[in-house]
């Protein structure tokens, strides 16, 4: 084409071009504006509503006094859950072990009462949820820490024992995980060592008591098949 | 309809016939993501895979699209580094070639985990003695690189180009381009290499161990350098295809010629290399491990000596051959006849590195194991071909990958003002959506 | 208009930043990965206090000693019972399985009645009382009409209380037909008459002998008690004992023997006598235990001296004259008998030259050698007192005829069910009790016998399975299985001593099924009348410990009751049985040119119980591929057919016909085909039906004259390219 | 891949391989910083647009 | 090379497979099964896509009828322990999901962490890995004696011979009730080597002069754990993998078959290590 035609439209253009860049400078503020919300709306979708989708609650079956059966019981938590003889560790109470002194209703609790009614009387087993039950691959010796390296309760179970109502059952909606594994807080930050009981908090642990947990050739911790099945 | 979208001074074929052709293409791609689909969905069980076959076809066709995208890290390399200016008129296409490979490696590793959901374990968790780490994390960071040098292409579009901001970012990422394209070589240096080391570390399979350098297995730097050597012979066999199927003549014979000459004289000195590693293998290493030759191509159904014949033969001594000889090099009809060879050959190299491996028995009383892949396997592994296709097709038309298209193909007046007078009349212009 | 569009787009861009910044992504790539570690269709089996169970495992005649792993009420895995006389802590693959069969979907779950066509598989769930009422009420009224003798009873043993409260009701009942599955022991019984003069069975002294001579005997194969032969095969390894195996076949046990010698099939005897010959004729046999020989020396040395035996056996005179030497000049040697798993009789010819050669060494009742001892008798009940109805259906003549005629040695000719139920008996069967028994799979000519079945008039079933037994029966009343049941298992099976084992329940019962014996009794008493006074016990348990006595609290205690001092039958035999004729292979040399001989596996039952999905997946590709069944041939003979490994063929027999694929076999006689037994299931699940062929379709029985049972080792056979 | 991940060890594995790896893709991630910022700057000083550079 | 001080010497688990006495019969895969929730299809006939932990090789000396003879080979996971630990598999998996123990000596493989690349199964000369290429199912029903001690795999991962590890872990939960440092021999035995009923398996430490396999084996550290019994050998030991499962047999066309040989070179010979 023509260097007459080029010039001619390269002029239109810069004209136009212009006029747009005048309209821009005016939009500029309402891209700002715009940009803020997003990023507000956003963040608080992740940190607010987010976790909210996320877990679910779910009741105890009924309500348990640990503060009491403590108190009661006597032996401290050994009272209850306690090392059978192959060293494994027995857990939540079987209804048999609670039928040992609820037989009859102690005491004139609600609780009480539907337990001796639904559970001690018809033989059934109550369906506990447990707060910090890990998933099947993780082989969790409670001997190696409470026996072994003679570690309180308190240090992964934080002050249950001293609870006088259970509080609700919160998990995961997607990996069906108690909240306790990943923490109350959203962040997975933790104040105290209860507070998360995920692989890497098993490993801190692991790596502050030193030169025996480096059997693996990969990572110098702890093997693999130290903690998992 | 899209003339205003389509580059300034060339012509393309009418919109039907384009959205013919990306019909067809698309077709294919369905039938491969309908695989893919099934791939994710039912499991591993949809393959022909099995246990002594845990790498198959999809790691084979992983490893070539690598090689042969080789020709993108390559050609910048000799470009933005070295300095051969005449590059620029090919470079984009390499890029663009290499951006096809890259990505469809990476979508058919993810296709080919059993865990796909857990894929990113391997820069979470990774273990950095395994090739296989080194490989995901160049790969990946590569990727990115090719993005970066694909991004100011996009922009370079027509109308993109009318907005600043996009104008200017194209301009200063062509300013910075040499160095992402040094980060890009040095990045697929060891990604190519990890590739090779992938089989050359089983030190327990004496078909694939090889010795080396520190930790590096010879295949290590045998596979960097064939994917030097042959990728431009891919990104060359590509354009001619290209300049075939667009009935034009796209990239001027003396940059096809020089890069050809590159290509011929890597291709050279990697099978000397090949030969040498080859020789010593057979002689050394395998016979250290009480196994000979035979063992390997005999007594068996499929693999015989002719593999080694048409890899290093076929697919490496007679390509360099012609692309070194000046002659023979600037006859069309040898010189694609070579950049097929040696494509072939690559793949082949790349083929007995992963099937051939799994084949071959290990233990005296062991079995050969032969194995064939189902046709979930072959449509997932012609996906990325026609997705490959699509891209290119949709760039073509839209985007000047080729600046001396204009010059070597000039259109007539008329139909010049005719696209003019069409552009002019729609002031408002969307991107490159419309 | 373009503020919108740059705009919206800035609110994406601060949109994707915020998100970026919160735990959204991250904690969902998080999760997303931990569903994929935990997806809810991938079980998690509940953990619990675990506790170890012994019982007795009786998936076989064994009797091993099992440790049961409980989780909470759960089994989860069975071990052998260290410290076990039988098999100290190992065990086998089969009672590794057990219990895939316990938690198995091919259990019957409760009572059943055909609704549908015979063998349909159309069933409808039934209360006990309904399955009583049938029961009573069809066996009353037969009984009325004076028929008690056509009903007949068949079970897989005649020993332990459970067996014997049948032959109980049956007499009570007025039936003289209770039969118990062939197997080696018929033939067994039969030959230590004959030999002792008395009523007993074998024991060898496995684990003492110092030169053992197997012919044809799968020690490592299951042969026996499996886990005890297992032990002391490899105590012979430990002390270097030779064991010479003689096959055809290149067998586990012929691989695990320190000398594999090759024999024409069939021949075993004529070896067995050959030697015997050698011995004598050398001097070198003690004959002080055997009276008879003078008159039967001559034809001995005449008949059998080496260089015919190496006629008809096929083995070098020389390699006959060394064994001999080997064998007689040992301290403790002792000959195995009994082909196999020996669940098949051999010819009495045979038996009785194994065994004799056992007498020539002087070794009998002795440390390392053969034993003759009778049955642990600890069933003291009073006799049965049978009214008129019963009496006059007792006095009736068995349907197979045993114990009369030709076969009066023989106790059960259950052989022979077949034949009489298509025509060829007495009286026509009206009603059969099958418990522990799947005739229609594991009786020779599988299809005549199934034909047979499909005459009876009423089939009643007691299997705990859905097998092929099952399948053509009418009415189906499922007994427990071994791990939900108290049970007393008499174990013969070669032990040198009289022991019992107990097999306590482990697990309460899975499903609505009934213990055998309990059925029994409360059948009886539902009848009345001196049935049921021939069964006073309130239940199966009371009559077990009463039965048991003094020997009760032991095996409640330790699982197991042996006496180690058990007094021999008789001392020194009396020959006989030697001028019994040979029994050959059915079909002419001309049309079937090839003899197929079966052969036994210890990872195939082969017996009652079908195999389990495990033992079905540690078969080999070489038997088995997708449905396909292999035979084993030689190369040789393959090439001359034109076949190559795996190559499908038809295999035709006079029997019948099957097709299979070929696994060249460098172990097996030239012209000899082997296909392994127990496969070709059309019962059970698809863990197990329809996989490979069941050889006993194949090959009929062939009645050994002088005993009545089938003593069949093969039968000719052709092979086509298919 | 990060000294606070499980598998990190202070070794010279890790510390040439991650390294190197840190190293391309800060180049990459500050090089494309650079060229976004400064084309942001560009277009605010009214530079580019209709191939007039 | 750093490990457990403060427990003395590590252990290293190991095997001795007598071929001798092994007769194939398979009680040690189905123990293996049994044990560890090996899911089973309704064909498995196919061994290439068959799980067996445990799988029995059937080893014939090619020679013909009737001077054949054949010997059957138990192949657990060799638990290699390559160079310091560096197994085929161990230094090839990319996300750290499957490592070797200076401890016990024994080769993990976590199917949780395992993403399914299978690289680890290229690696294996041994064929000794497995993919679950499709999700476990029980028919209805047999879930019930699925062990809690392992757990059932999901589809998409590789699994393995964990030489019973479970019952370590549990025999060490007895061993800290009882005040025990050291797991006793007795204490640890893997379910093939219990079942076994020919007594072919032994099971133990291999560092541990008490321990029968040891007294079987006598390994010999300076010469790259080879075994000083000269009935003894291990599979492809010329590559280097330093496998803890030893073979015994006393015929030399066994031994021969457990590695490869040129013509010329004598059963047990081994040319110089590579890498």
């Given amino acids: 084409m023509s260097t007459l035609d080029e010039k001619a439209k390269a002029g239109m253009e810069d004209h136009a071009a212009h006029g747009s860049d005048a309209k821009e400078s005016g939009a500029g503020g309402f891209i700002i504006l715009f940009f803020i919300i997003g990023f507000a709306a956003s963040m608080v979708l992740g940190w607010v509503i987010f976790p909210k989708l996320l877990y679910s609650q779910k009741q105890q079956p009924l309500n348990f006094n640990h503060a009491l059966h403590v108190e009661e019981v006597g032996e401290g938590c050994e ?48 369906p506990w949820l447990s707060y910090s039950r890990q998933p099947d691959c993780v082989f969790f010796s409670h001997s190696a820490h409470v026996i072994g390296a003679k570690m309180d309760c308190v240090v992964c179970h934080g002050h249950i024992g001293e609870s006088e109502v259970s509080r609700p059952y919160e998990y995961n909606r997607i990996t069906g995980y108690s909240r306790d594994i990943w923490g109350k807080d959203i962040a997975g930050l933790k104040k105290n060592s209860w507070d998360r009981m995920k692989m890497d908090d098993c490993a801190q642990c692991h790596k502050e008591a030193g030169m025996i947990h480096t059997s693996s050739v990969q990572t110098d911790r702890d093997a693999c098949f130290v903690c998992h099945k | 309809m899209d003339s205003a979208l389509i580059p300034k001074g060339v012509k393309r074929c009418p919109m039907w016939q384009f959205l013919l052709g990306l019909g067809i293409v698309g077709a294919v791609l369905a039938w491969g993501v309908y695989a893919m689909l099934l791939c994710w969905f039912k499991g591993l069980n949809q393959t022909n895979m099995n246990d002594y076959y845990g790498f198959a076809l999809w790691i084979w066709a992983d490893l070539a699209v690598i090689a042969l995208g080789g020709g993108a890290f390559f050609s910048g390399l000799l470009k933005y580094i070295i300095g051969k200016d005449e590059l620029k008129n090919i470079i984009n296409y390499a890029v663009l070639i290499g951006f096809i490979c890259y990505s469809s490696a990476l979508l058919i590793l993810a296709i080919d985990i059993g865990q796909p959901l857990r894929g990113w374990f391997i820069f979470w968790h990774a273990n950095v003695h395994s090739m296989l780490t080194e490989v995901a994390f160049c790969l990946s960071a590569y990727f990115a690189v090719l993005t970066i040098e694909y991004i100011p292409l996009i922009l370079e579009n027509r109308q993109l180009d009318k907005v600043p901001f996009f104008h200017n970012l194209s301009h200063n990422m062509h300013e910075t381009m040499a160095v992402f394209a040094a980060t890009g070589a040095f990045l697929s240096f060891f990604h190519q290499g990890s590739l090779g080391g992938v089989a050359g570390v089983l030190f327990g399979r004496p078909f694939a161990f090889r010795e080396g350098l520190l930790i590096w297995p010879w295949t290590f730097f045998l596979f960097t350098w064939s994917a030097a050597a042959y990728g431009p012979s891919f990104t060359l066999l590509i354009t001619w295809i290209t300049e075939k199927v667009a009935r034009k003549k796209l990239v001027k014979d003396n940059v096809v010629e020089l890069l050809a000459k590159i290509s011929g004289w890597m291709i050279f000195t990697y099978t000397i290399a090949k030969i040498c590693d080859t020789t010593r293998w057979a002689n050394i290493t395998a016979p250290g491990l009480g196994q000979n030759l035979a063992d390997f191509y005999t007594g068996n159904a499929f693999y015989g000596y002719w593999i080694l014949f048409a890899e290093i033969i076929l697919g490496g001594v007679v390509p360099a051959i012609i692309l070194i000889s000046a002659p023979l090099r600037k006859n069309p009809t040898w010189r ?63 985007l000047p990958i080729f600046p001396q298209e204009a ?23 969307k991107p490159a959506n419309a | 208009m373009k503020v919108d569009r740059r705009s919206f787009l ?28 935990m997806w809810p269709w991938t079980p998690v089996p509940p953990d619990g206090e675990v506790v170890y169970e012994d019982s007795t495992c009786t998936l076989c005649p064994g009797g091993c000693g099992i440790s049961v792993r409980k989780v909470d009420s759960r089994a989860v895995k069975i071990e052998g019972q260290s410290g076990h006389p039988v098999n100290d802590g190992s065990i086998c693959i089969l009672g590794l399985s057990g219990l895939q069969m316990l938690y198995g979907p091919t259990r019957i779950k409760s009572p059943m009645k055909r609704i549908g066509e015979r063998g349909e598989g159309k069933w409808q769930k039934i209360s006990w009382d309904e399955a009583f009422a049938i029961l009573t009420e069809k066996l009353t009224d037969i009984r009325d009409k004076g028929e008690a003798h056509t009903v007949a009873a068949l079970a897989g043993s005649d020993s332990g209380t459970v067996p014997a409260l049948i032959q109980r009701f049956m007499a009570a009942y007025g039936s003289p037909n209770f039969m118990r599955s062939p197997s080696y022991r018929d033939v067994d019984e039969l030959t230590v008459k004959a030999l002792f003069g008395a009523d007993g069975r074998t024991g060898f002294d496995v684990e003492n002998a110092d030169y053992v001579l197997s012919f044809g005997s799968g020690f490592v194969d299951g042969w026996g008690s499996p886990v005890r032969m297992f032990k002391a095969a490899s105590l012979w390894k ?40 050698v011995m004598v004729a050398n001097g070198i046999a003690d004959t002080g235990d055997v009276s008879g020989l003078s008159g039967w020396e001559n034809d001995l040395l005449a008949n059998y001296e080496p260089q015919k035996v190496a006629q008809t056996t096929g083995i070098d005179a020389a390699v006959i004259v060394e064994v001999a030497k080997g064998f007689a000049r040992a301290d403790r040697p002792l000959a195995l008998c009994g082909r196999g798993k020996a669940q098949t009789a051999v010819s009495l010819r045979e038996t009785a030259a194994v065994y004799i050669l056992n007498a020539l060494t002087g070794n009998i009742n002795q ?112 007994d427990h299985v071994y791990l939900e049941r108290y049970e007393d298992v008499p174990v013969g099976a070669g032990l040198v001593q009289q022991m019992i084992g107990l097999s306590k329940p482990v697990v309460s019962p899975q499903f609505n099924t009934r213990h055998l014996g309990e059925v029994l009794i409360m059948t009886a008493k539902a009848m009345g009348g001196s049935i049921a006074d021939a069964f006073p016990w309130d239940d199966y348990e009371t009559c077990l410990e009463e039965t048991l006595a003094e020997k009760w609290d032991t095996l409640m205690e330790t699982g197991v009751w042996v006496r180690a001092d058990t007094d021999p039958v008789a001392g020194s035999i009396q020959l006989a049985g030697l001028d019994a004729p040979a029994v050959q292979a059915e079909g002419d040399v001309n049309s079937f040119p090839l003899l197929l001989v079966p052969y036994d596996s210890i990872q195939l039952t082969s017996g009652y119980m079908g195999e389990a999905p495990f033992m079905i997946k540690a078969v080999s590709d070489t038997v088995i591929q997708g449905t396909d069944g292999f035979i084993e041939i030689n190369p040789l003979t393959a090439s001359g057919v034109g076949l190559g490994e795996g190559d499908r063929a038809t295999l035709t027999t006079p029997r019948g016909e099957a097709l299979v694929r070929v696994h060249l076999f460098e172990g097996i006689q030239p012209g000899v085909l082997a296909m392994v037994r127990g496969l070709g299931h059309t019962a059970y699940d698809g863990y197990l039906a329809g996989k490979g062929v069941n050889v006993n379709e194949l090959i009929g029985p062939v009645e050994d004259p002088s005993t009545g049972f089938d003593a069949a080792w093969g039968i000719r056979a052709k092979l086509d390219k298919a | 891949m990060f000294p606070f991940s499980f598998e990190w060890i202070w070794d010279a594995g890790h510390i040439v391989f991650h390294g190197g790896l840190w190293y391309a893709l800060n180049i990459i991630g500050i090089g494309m910083t650079y060229c976004v910022i400064k084309a942001v700057i560009d277009s605010a000083k009214g530079k580019g647009g209709h191939g007039h550079h | 090379m750093k490990q457990a001080q403060t427990h003395g010497t590590p252990m290293k688990y190991g095997m001795a497979i007598d071929l001798d006495k092994c007769t194939g019969c398979g009680a040690c895969m189905v123990a293996c099964m049994a044990e560890n929730n090996i899911p089973f299809k309704e064909d498995e006939s196919d061994k290439r896509v068959s799980i067996t932990w445990m799988r029995i090789f059937k080893l014939t000396n090619g020679k013909s009828f009737p001077d054949s003879d054949i010997c059957y080979l138990p192949r657990p996971c060799q638990h290699c322990e390559g160079h310091e630990g560096h197994s085929p598999c161990v230094s090839v998996c990319p996300a750290t999901a499957t490592d070797y123990s200076r401890e016990t000596g024994i080769v993990s493989q976590i199917v949780t962490r395992c993403f399914g690349c299978r690289y680890c199964m290229g690696a294996c000369p041994y064929h000794a890995r497995y993919f679950n290429w499709w999700d476990p199912v029980w028919p209805d029903g047999m879930e019930k004696y699925l062990s809690p001690d392992v757990s059932p795999r999901m589809r998409g991962v590789v699994e393995k011979c964990s030489f019973c590890f479970h019952r370590y872990q549990l025999a060490k939960n007895k061993a800290y009730l009882d005040g025990e440092r050291r797991v006793p021999e007795a204490a640890y035995q893997t379910a093939c080597t219990q079942a076994c009923p020919a007594g072919a398996i032994v099971f133990g430490d291999l560092n541990n002069p008490e321990h029968q396999v040891h007294q079987i084996v006598k390994p010999d550290s300076n010469n790259g ?19 803890k499962v030893y073979y015994l047999s006393s015929r030399e066309w066994v031994r021969r078959a457990g590695d490869n040989y040129l013509a010329h070179e004598k059963t047990g010979q081994l040319a110089k290590l590579h890498h």
């Avoid at chain 1, 090392?83 to 609790?109: N, V, W, Y």
């Avoid at chain 2, 010059?407 to 212009?429: F, G, K, R, Y």
């Avoid at chain 3, 023989?410 to 007495?426: I, Q």
């Fill in chain 1, 79 to 126: 009272g209850c859950h306690y090392f059978r003889e192959d060293g494994s560790f027995s857990g939540i109470p079987k209804l048999a072990q609670c039928t040992e002194c609820h037989e009859e209703p102690m005491g004139d609790t609600e609780d009480e009462a539907t337990f001796v009614e639904q559970y001690v009387a018809k033989e059934r087993e109550v």
């Fill in chain 2, 336 to 398: 694609v006849t070579a950049f097929f060879l040696g494509v072939m050959g690559v793949s082949l190299n790349r083929w007995v590195m992963v099937l051939q491996v799994m084949a071959v028995p290990i233990m005296p009383f062991d079995t050969w194991a032969l194995y064939y892949p189902s046709w979930q396997e072959v449509a997932t592994t012609i996906l990325p071909v026609a997705y490959g296709i699509i891209l290119i097709m949709i760039s073509y038309r839209y």
């Fill in chain 2, 407 to 429: 010059e070597l193909n000039p259109i007539e007046e008329e139909t010049a003002m005719a696209v003019e007078a069409h552009t002019e009349s729609t002031p408002d212009l």
């Fill in chain 3, 10 to 37: 800035s609110f994406v861009i601060g949109g994707a930043a915020g998100t970026a910044l919160s735990p959204l992504p991250w904690k969902l790539m998080d999760d997303s990965s931990i569903w994929s570690q």
């Fill in chain 3, 238 to 277: 430990e002390k270097d004992i030779p064991v010479v195996q003689v096959e055809p076949r290149l067998s586990n046990s012929a691989a695990k023997a320190t000398r594999w010698i090759p024999i024409n099939p069939g021949t075993e005897a004529d070896l067995a006598l050959g030697i015997a010959a």
């Fill in chain 3, 367 to 478: 440390e390392g050698g053969m034993w003759a001892i009778p049955e642990a008798d600890y069933i003291q009940w009073p006799d049965v007192a049978t009214d008129n109805l019963a009496s006059a259906g007792l006095d009736q003549p068995r349907l197979d005829g045993a114990g009369t005629g030709k076969y009066t040695d023989a106790r059960y000719l259950t052989n022979r069910l077949a034949d009489s139920v298509n025509g060829g008996g007495p009286y026509p069967l009206q009603v059969l009790l099958v418990a522990g028994a799947n005739p229609c799979h594991y009786l020779p000519d599988t299809q005549h016998v199934k034909a047979a079945f499909a005459r009876i008039p009423f089939i009643v079933s007691f299997s705990s399975f859905q097998d092929e037994t099952a399948a053509m029966a009418d009415l189906l009343m499922p």
């Fill in chain 5, 225 to 243: 754990n080879r075994s000083r019994n000269p009935k003894a050998f291990r599979l492809l030991e010329r590559t280097g993998t330093n496998t």
